[in-house]
């Protein structure tokens, strides 16, 4: 059987108003219009619903448990409207978001403060993993978008740049190690991440152009850890060039000044085109148009 949603919806503001004028007054359409309608739904059901009387409507037994279910029924839609409604103007809903230490910090936690005070009461659930877990959880729809590093292979996704970085070495300012050397020539007293980062990907690769392998001397979870060791004079950090920043500053740890620089690589935001809630398209396209 198929019958129109307006018709039940009509049928319980009749049923409500119990009458036809007045029902026609609240919902904004004309009185044959009401009548019309309650026609229809009838004619469609096989049975009469309403009991005419000098003041108005009542419902019939057949009327009143057909109101029942279908009172629940309109409600449901007017709240899954109101709640849609609210979602689209960012007073409510929800962002879910990969990314890891670094992207978090260093790009995303300065638009996720503004977009906080702009919309407080939108959720943020934010996953912390390496890159090929974070790329997982966006292939299996669990995150409306991923910040990781480059390199990153996400074919059949989109990849929008959104920060340059920049790797550099950093040592204790008690370590004899002078500038203009080569990278090769700090291989054995290397502090890396691990190598299931992006990042690790990266400096293996660059290091297999300049002819050596990584064997290094410490290898640590984050990079934090890697500015605190280095900071200790435990060997040569590699790390984005923000974690180690503050540390510079109050020589903790001092840059090597290599003779043949990394390149520089970007913290991209990963999407599917296809894929991602209101509220994360509007914290994309503040993070985008930056």
Same mark, same amino acid.
């Given at each position: 059987?198929?019958?129109?949603?307006?018709?039940?919806?009509?049928?319980?503001?009749?049923?409500? %108003?119990?009458?036809?004028?007045?029902?026609?007054?609240?919902?904004?359409?004309? +009185?044959?219009?009401?009548? +019309?309608?309650?026609?229809? /739904?009838?004619?469609?059901?096989? %049975?009469?619903?309403?009991?005419?009387?000098?003041?108005?409507?009542?419902?019939?037994?057949?009327? +009143?448990?057909?109101?029942?279910?279908?009172?629940?029924?309109?409600?449901?839609?007017?709240?899954?409207?109101?709640?849609?409604?609210?979602?689209?103007?960012?007073?409510?809903?929800?962002?879910?978001?990969?990314?890891?230490?670094?992207?978090?910090?260093?790009?995303?936690?300065?638009?996720?403060?503004?977009?906080?005070?702009?919309?407080?009461?939108?959720?943020?659930?934010?996953?912390?993993?390496?890159?090929?877990?974070?790329?997982?959880?966006?292939? +299996?729809?669990?995150?409306?978008?991923?910040?990781?590093?480059?390199?990153?292979?996400?074919?059949?996704?989109?990849?929008?740049?959104?920060?340059?970085?920049?790797?550099?070495?950093?040592?204790?300012?008690?370590?004899?190690?002078?500038?203009?050397?080569?990278?090769?020539?700090?291989?054995?007293? /290397?502090?890396?991440?691990?190598?299931?980062?992006?990042?690790?990907?990266?400096?293996?690769?660059?290091?297999?152009?300049?002819?050596?392998? $990584?064997?290094?001397? /410490?290898?640590?979870?984050?990079?934090?850890?890697?500015?605190?060791?280095?900071?200790?004079?435990?060997?040569?950090? %590699?790390?984005?060039?923000?974690? $180690?920043?503050?540390?510079?500053?109050?020589?903790?740890?001092?840059?090597?000044?290599?003779?043949?620089?990394?390149?520089?690589?970007?913290? %991209?935001?990963?999407?599917?085109?296809?894929?991602?809630?209101?509220?994360?398209?509007? /914290?994309?396209?503040?993070?985008?148009?930056?």
């Amino acid at each position: 059987m198929n019958i129109s949603y307006d018709l039940y919806r009509i049928f319980c503001c009749v049923a409500e %108003c119990k009458s036809i004028t007045l029902a026609a007054d609240k919902l904004y359409i004309s +009185q044959p219009a009401v009548s +019309q309608s309650v026609r229809q /739904l009838e004619d469609s059901l096989g %049975c009469a619903l309403f009991t005419r009387t000098p003041k108005g409507v009542r419902l019939t037994s057949e009327g +009143q448990t057909l109101y029942g279910y279908a009172s629940e029924g309109v409600a449901a839609f007017s709240e899954g409207e109101r709640k849609l409604k609210s979602m689209l103007r960012l007073d409510a809903g929800e962002i879910k978001i990969g990314a890891s230490d670094m992207t978090l910090e260093f790009c995303l936690l300065p638009y996720l403060e503004k977009f906080h005070e702009n919309y407080p009461n939108v959720k943020i659930a934010i996953t912390n993993n390496p890159t090929p877990q974070t790329l997982e959880l966006l292939k +299996q729809g669990k995150i409306d978008f991923a910040a990781v590093s480059e390199p990153v292979l996400c074919s059949g996704f989109e990849k929008i740049p959104a920060r340059e970085i920049t790797d550099i070495f950093i040592c204790s300012v008690k370590a004899d190690i002078p500038d203009n050397v080569e990278i090769s020539e700090l291989k054995d007293q /290397l502090i890396l991440l691990e190598s299931s980062t992006s990042t690790r990907t990266f400096l293996d690769s660059e290091f297999r152009k300049r002819g050596f392998s $990584a064997s290094p001397k /410490l290898v640590l979870a984050t990079s934090s850890l890697i500015v605190g060791f280095a900071a200790r004079n435990m060997g040569v950090g %590699c790390v984005v060039a923000d974690f $180690a920043k503050r540390a510079v500053m109050d020589k903790e740890v001092r840059e090597i000044k290599v003779s043949d620089p990394l390149p520089k690589r970007n913290i %991209c935001i990963i999407r599917n085109s296809d894929e991602h809630s209101r509220a994360a398209d509007e /914290l994309l396209r503040m993070i985008i148009e930056k």
